[in-house]
């Protein structure tokens, strides 16, 4: 029986053949997908893939070259959307001469609507920051959770993190994910973080995007992501794949020695004497980095609706 009290998932970002060139060549491609509102979404992909550039076009600060981005039900940057919207740049701009107290400040007199002091300051606090220390004194580490401050002051619907926690150690950025997390659930916070550390994405984020060469190549809920997928290990030794793989999609297959070691999208049950497993997070993005060839997945959820609209 339909549920007529289940409202269709709302949309915050959504691309339909987004592309963006630049000088020497396109950053982003022929990128389509859908992220739904109130996800944690890890936005994952080598050097040079195309991430902060899709960050920035969500942010407004630049315009695709192909293709539509839309953000919140409406353009990137337009007066509508841009109040809702907290952006965290990899060089994390702040004024040096500010202290701690006048950033803040400027961060409400900005924000006069939507600014939450004591979210602000829980932040600064937990970090036992002087108010009038000056932003130009702190370290790196420090100006991070200034700039952090600032996004969660401003209470966003949704939240774009570049890379917000590489320059942190390891116990700081424990806690700054952990109040990241607290924030966004509290407030059912849509969150894309742009991230390297593949280990510290797995408890944290709940939807992916892998993008590699400017395309998109995994998109989702990553528990069903993780659960297309098989890692199978076992004896192997002839060469090439197991003629057993070929009715199923093969991401990578690898022999060491005598011992093959695969990562599947498998179309049924794979005959052969196998150990199987759900991969890791990590497993399964560095298989596809690993192998940027192998066919895109985006579950039904990432699918635009425009385009199924067009269809
Ligand atoms: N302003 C620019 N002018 C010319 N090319 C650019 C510009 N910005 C980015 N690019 C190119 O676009 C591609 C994507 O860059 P982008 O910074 O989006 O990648 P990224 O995935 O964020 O990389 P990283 O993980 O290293 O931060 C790269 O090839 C880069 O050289």
Redesign the pocket.
């Known amino acids: 029986m339909t549920d007529l009290t289940r409202r269709p998932e709302r949309t915050a970002l959504e691309a339909a053949g987004l592309g963006v060139k630049?000088?020497?060549?396109w950053?982003l491609r022929d990128c389509s997908f859908r992220l739904p509102v109130g996800r944690v979404c890890a936005l994952v992909?080598?050097?040079?893939?195309?991430?902060?550039?899709?960050l920035s076009l969500a942010a407004g600060l630049r315009r695709p070259t192909a293709g539509t981005l839309t953000v919140l039900g409406g353009r990137p940057g337009e007066k509508r959307v841009r109040p809702r919207i907290a952006y965290l740049s990899?060089h994390k701009p702040l004024y040096p001469r500010f202290t701690i107290a006048d950033t803040l400040r400027m961060g409400r007199e900005l924000n006069p609507e939507r600014w939450d002091q004591s979210a602000a300051e829980r932040l600064v606090h937990a970090g036992r920051l002087a108010p009038d220390a000056r932003v130009g004194d702190l370290s790196a580490g420090q100006r991070t959770r200034v700039a952090l401050a600032l996004a969660f002051g401003k209470t966003p619907e949704l939240l774009l993190l570049?890379?917000p926690m590489s320059d942190l150690d390891p116990l700081v950025r424990h806690e700054l994910t952990a109040a990241l997390m607290t924030e966004a659930a509290e407030r059912a916070t849509t969150v894309v973080m742009?991230s390297?550390v593949l280990a510290e994405l797995d408890c944290v984020c709940d939807y992916l995007l892998l993008?590699a060469d400017?395309r998109i190549r995994l998109a989702g809920e990553v528990e069903e992501l993780l659960a297309a997928h098989t890692l199978l290990i076992g004896r192997h030794e002839q060469p090439g794949p197991p003629r057993e793989f070929a009715r199923h999609t093969v991401v990578e297959s690898r022999t060491t020695g005598r011992q093959l070691t695969a990562l599947l999208r498998p179309d049924g049950p794979v005959a052969g004497a196998w150990q199987t497993a759900e991969p890791s997070l990590e497993e399964l993005l560095l298989a596809h980095l690993r192998a940027p060839d192998a066919p895109p997945l985006l579950t039904p959820s990432a699918e635009p609706r425009t385009a199924r609209a067009a269809a």
């Open positions: 630049h000088r020497r060549g950053a992909g080598p050097n040079g893939a195309g991430k902060s550039t899709l990899q570049d890379e742009a390297h993008v400017g």
